[in-house]
């Protein structure tokens, strides 16, 4: 190894993925650059996941240094990102999910874009090949923080930032911020916007990755057979998310030169706070109401009281009207 090789890991993480881990771990054994550590950890995953990896290690007989990895216990997506430190040794970590596909010249070109930038940058990702479940090609996606022309305020409120499947991030990043605190927390929220604010976000406008958008915990369920129930559920949990990511960003500006941020993401998390008060219907009207108002949020109050009572309108009566039209 010379001496300005940027050591990296290759960070596949798996659960539950039987279906296509197979897939996932091929698009890692693939990659070009080398010397790579590539290291495979899986959340204990109730399926076949774990088999597949240790079958394929076992008989993997390439030039990558393989590591393999099975939590003790589930920790979720936020715990199992939060020990990635401890796993692996690479100053710049490649992240892969295992329901995705890397490129194998991936790792290459990140750390070209890496090197490119006297080892400065925290993070680098990069747009998609969007895959359906069979792995059919259906165009590309250009990450939100790209496509939407994004200023640092804009990043500060935004809860769709980068593509987490794409991110590669450099051992500083937690060096500065530490793990993540909140289990809520989607990472590349996160994570793209710690680098962001300290001017580390770095993109390559090439596809690296074959993203299957229609499995993970960001797929968008079918709306066809919505209730009411499950439509408030995924609203609560999806604002129950955006609580925790502005939390997180609320502390990590203390610790940058961004504190103009501050009153602007503590606004943003009032305001998803408030949304999910009155979808979750625990506090009476005219309580809400008065909270809203000292607050400043009577306008987004009224919204949303509106938008919900809609719902408990709307819903039964599709549902109503599709149980009927068959016999018609």
């Known amino acids: 190894m010379t001496v300005d090789r940027v050591r990296v890991t290759f960070f596949l993480m798996t659960y539950n993925q039987e279906r296509y881990v197979r897939e996932a771990i091929e698009g890692a054994f693939s990659q070009t650059y080398s010397p790579l550590e590539i290291v495979i950890s899986d959340d204990c995953s109730t399926d076949g996941t774990f088999a597949i990896i240790r079958e394929m290690c076992e008989q993997y007989d390439g030039l990558h240094t393989i590591v393999m990895n099975r939590n003790t216990e589930n920790l979720g997506l936020i715990g199992h990102i939060n020990i990635i430190p401890t796993l692996s040794s690479g100053e710049l970590i490649v992240y892969a999910a295992g329901d995705d596909i890397s490129l194998p010249h991936r790792t290459a070109a990140i750390v070209d ?7 400065t940058v925290t993070s680098i990702h990069s747009p998609v090949y969007l895959i359906d479940i069979a792995g059919n090609r259906e165009g590309t996606k250009i ?16 809860t769709a930032l980068i593509i987490g499947a794409t991110h590669a991030f450099s051992r500083k990043l937690e060096n500065i911020f530490g793990g993540i605190r909140y289990n809520k927390c989607i990472e590349d929220l996160v994570m793209g916007f710690r680098s962001a604010v300290i001017g580390g976000l770095e993109y390559i406008p090439e596809p690296l990755v074959l993203y299957r958008y229609e499995s993970g915990i960001t797929a968008v369920p079918d709306s066809r057979n919505q209730t009411y129930q499950r439509k408030v559920k995924r609203e609560v949990s999806e604002l129950g998310m955006h609580l925790a990511v502005f939390s997180q960003r609320r502390e990590d500006l203390r610790h940058t030169d961004a504190a103009w941020l501050l009153p602007l993401v503590q606004s943003a998390r009032d305001k998803a706070l408030l949304k999910r008060k009155v979808l979750l219907r625990h506090y009476r009207f005219i309580k809400l109401m008065r909270y809203s108002m000292k607050r400043g949020m009577l306008p987004l109050f009224i919204k949303v009281w509106f938008r919900e009572l809609k719902w408990r309108i709307f819903f039964p009566v599709k549902g109503l009207i599709r149980n009927i039209a068959p016999q018609a």
């Not at 874009?113 to 080892?119: Q, T």
């Open 113 to 119: 874009r890496y090197i490119a930038s006297g080892r």
């Open 143 to 158: 990450p939100p923080v790209i496509s939407d022309g994004m200023s640092l305020k804009d990043m500060a409120l935004s």
